[in-house]
């Protein structure tokens, strides 16, 4: 079993749909970071967190430590937030502060 | 500019051919990561560094080898690609002076997409 699971794999939604990604892990971590890819490949980081919630714009990030889980969600999508979104986790088991990553959920928001 | 840059953006190599990945950063952070990235995986760590003098292997080492000319630089290199070293390759930094880890965050470079034929 994979310490980090992200759901859906894959969504397909119309424009201005509100989207929900979850990440489930199920090692102790000290931070938990929500990454988007553009389909050209970059990355960038949209949220670290620790616990609670932030929110950027139209993007919010919610962590339960407790439960292990967290989402990612997208108020009013547009066409432009399709990309493949990765959840990843900073495990805390030793010096060497591992990243563990998802497996990414590709999103796609149809005009 | 960019804070991360990699060299080059695309390759295309023929099996046996030896290749070398270069990342430079511009944000004046110690530690570097390797990364690749494969269809349906999640990006897995090949090697990472704290400095100059300290290099560790990361989970995907095998037919890999790097080096780290300076803070600023950290190469990849495959001395004998073979085909299935074809993805998507990362390389990132973070900075980990920071009280709080959860801050340590990692900025990630443009990618190189390597095809091995």
């Known amino acids: 079993k994979n310490e980090v699971e992200q759901s859906p794999q894959n969504l397909t939604a119309q424009e201005g749909e509100f989207i929900t990604i979850n990440c489930s892990y199920s090692v102790g971590i000290s931070a938990l970071h929500w990454l988007q890819q553009h389909p050209g490949g970059g990355i960038v980081s949209l949220f670290m967190l620790s616990s609670g919630k932030k929110k950027h714009g139209r993007l919010i990030a919610t962590i339960n430590i407790q439960e292990k889980h967290s989402s990612l969600h997208i108020t009013a999508s547009h066409p432009r937030d399709s990309a493949v979104y990765i959840c990843?986790?900073?495990?805390?088991?030793?010096?060497?502060?591992?990243?563990?990553f998802g497996k990414g959920t590709r999103l796609h928001i149809l005009p | 500019d960019a804070d991360v840059t990699q060299t080059p953006r695309n390759r295309i190599t023929k099996t046996g051919k030896r290749i070398m990945l270069e990342c430079s950063q511009t944000?004046?952070?110690?530690?570097m990561y390797w990364y690749r990235q494969d269809p349906g995986l999640g990006l897995r760590l090949i090697y990472y560094?704290?400095?100059?003098?300290?290099?560790n292997k990361g989970e995907i080492s095998d037919g890999y080898s790097v080096s780290r000319q300076a803070q600023a630089k950290f190469s990849l290199s495959l001395e004998s690609a073979i085909p299935n070293q074809t993805a998507l390759y990362f390389c990132a930094t973070s900075d980990p002076r920071y009280r709080d880890r959860a801050r340590n965050e990692q900025f990630f470079g443009p990618g190189t997409r390597l095809t091995v034929l």
């Open positions: 990843a986790v900073r495990s805390h088991m030793n010096r060497d502060d591992k990243i563990i």
């Open positions: 560094s704290f400095d100059v003098k300290d290099i």
């Open positions: 944000k004046g952070h110690d530690r």
